[in-house]
């Protein structure tokens, strides 16, 4: 079974609109990270969030972990071509564990 | 080049050869991991050096693989008897750190296809 679960899988917007990916464990989240992706690269790394509630914003995507430490949002604002990408959220889901568990992730495209 | 950087880019290969892939880490950089991403998956965890030492190969399938890192920086990535099963992106990445706020810096990785 996957042990963080993406949704949606994909999503298609209009430029400008706002959209929001979710990231679920049924385990606590100890570290979760959203990654970038695009077709034939390695993954671009957005944010890091550690403790319930806290929330992380850069340019106009901005990251969200609960409070039980068990789901993380990222929300874009205007969204813009350049958003266009595959979207993963990885943790570390043992408490102090090296290894990453990531999401199948989210495929977004943006169109003009 | 600043990044992680992978080598081949693209590695086509026949069923029952063996492969290498090789990680060139950022400079200083103490950990580095291994992952496997097949389509339409995230990436899978196969395995995490510090320094030279493998700390956690519990992700690596069989005994077809095995990594090494013999001067703590450049790591390769070898598997024997390739199957097509194996056929995938293997994603190397670096960090400066251990611990839980630990960015996982990832370079582009290499296309494996096993005909």
């Known amino acids: 079974s996957q042990e963080l679960e993406q949704s949606p899988q994909s999503l298609i917007v209009q430029e400008g609109k706002n959209l929001t990916i979710n990231c679920t464990s049924s385990?606590?989240?100890?570290?979760l990270y959203w990654y970038k992706q695009k077709y034939g690269e390695g993954l671009i790394f957005l944010m890091m969030?550690?403790?319930?509630?806290e929330e992380k914003s850069h340019e106009k995507i901005t990251a969200k972990l609960d409070e039980k430490k068990q789901q993380s949002s990222l929300h874009i604002t205007a969204s813009q071509p350049s958003h266009a990408g595959i979207y993963l959220c990885?943790?570390?889901?043992?408490?102090?564990?090296?290894?990453?568990?990531f999401g199948k992730g989210t495929k977004l495209t943006v169109n003009p | 080049g600043a990044g992680v950087s992978q080598t081949p880019s693209n590695k086509v290969t026949e069923k029952g050869k063996y492969v290498e892939l090789r990680c060139d880490p950022i400079?200083?950089?103490?950990?580095l991991y291994w992952y496997r991403q097949s389509l339409g998956q995230g990436p899978e965890f196969l395995i995490y050096?510090?320094?030279?030492?493998?700390?956690?190969d519990s992700g690596l399938p069989n005994d077809r693989f095995f990594a090494v890192r013999p001067e703590g920086s450049v790591s390769t990535l070898k598997i024997q008897r390739t199957e097509r099963g194996d056929s995938a992106v293997y994603l190397c990445?670096?960090?400066?750190?251990?611990?839980?706020?630990?960015?996982?810096?990832f370079g582009p990785g290499t296309r494996l296809t096993v005909l």
């Open positions: 969030l550690q403790k319930g509630g």
């Open positions: 990445a670096s960090s400066a750190n251990l611990g839980v706020d630990n960015e996982q810096f």
């Open positions: 990885g943790a570390d889901i043992q408490g102090g564990s090296e290894k990453l568990v």
């Open positions: 385990k606590t989240l100890y570290g």
């Open positions: 400079s200083g950089h103490t950990a």
């Open positions: 050096f510090q320094g030279t030492g493998a700390a956690d």
